[in-house]
């Protein structure tokens, strides 16, 4: 016959204020690195999106500026 499941009674896990301090503080550290990070690498992509200013800048940025270009005029 079944007598029923038979789990053992476990004891609450005693909680460390100090280690969830460190825990939090670490987390918060690394959120923090992120955004310095992606703010970085924005302000690198736009830097390099905004192109030059010389004769051909037009043609070659990344922004297109194909319009410009006249096949017929060499």
């Known amino acids: ?10 004891q609450p ?4 204020e100090a280690a969830e301090a460190q825990q939090a503080e670490a987390k918060a ?3 923090e690195k992120a955004k310095t990070q992606k703010s970085q690498r924005l302000d690198e992509s736009v830097s390099r999106m905004r192109g ?11 922004r297109g500026g194909m319009g410009f270009y006249n096949e017929y005029m060499k």
Do not use: D, H
């Open 29 to 31: 550290a690394a959120t």
């Open 1 to 10: 016959m079944c007598a029923g499941p038979f789990k053992p009674k476990s």
């Open 52 to 62: 030059g200013t010389g004769r051909r800048s037009l043609i070659q940025s990344s």
């Open 13 to 16: 896990v005693a909680r460390n």
